[in-house]
């Protein structure tokens, strides 16, 4: 697979509005984009460390993922995402390699990315994003 870089890591949040004092008060990040993405019901908060991202996640729907995940795991750390020039030729890859994908085909996340996740179940328990 030919990762570029890490793209963002994810983080589950309750709430962007009482998250964003500590990253931006104590670590001194700006919050340069706020936005919704309806389909995945989340609202997302970026902010750039180097060539990195900070992707802050909070569930608009009880239903959403990340509303399970905060549930089931409570806030923190909810996935890497790897930069990758293909996404459908990476998961062409990671499928032919025996890894189970959460999607078949890339789909548009935030940011107008195309987005893909592999299952933690043969990622060595971390879910993995790849973007383009």
Do not use: W
């Not at 996404?87 to 062409?92: F, K, P, R």
Request: proline share 4%; aromatic share 6%.
């Amino acid at each position: 697979m030919d990762i570029t870089h890490i793209e963002h890591i994810g983080i589950a949040v309750k709430s962007i509005e009482n998250s964003l004092p500590y990253y931006e008060n104590v670590l001194g990040l700006k919050c340069y984009n706020i936005e919704e993405v309806a389909d995945q019901k989340v609202k997302t908060a970026f902010f750039k460390v180097g060539q990195t991202k900070i992707e802050l996640l909070e569930p608009t729907s009880d239903e959403s993922t990340i509303a399970k995940f905060i549930e089931k795991k409570g806030e923190g750390v909810h996935h890497i995402a790897f930069a990758v020039p293909d996404v459908a030729a990476a998961l062409a890859e990671a499928d032919a390699k025996g890894i189970q994908l959460i999607d078949k085909a890339p789909r548009k996340g935030a940011e107008n990315l195309n987005i893909a996740f592999l299952h933690p179940k043969s990622t060595a328990s971390v879910l993995t994003e790849l973007c383009q």
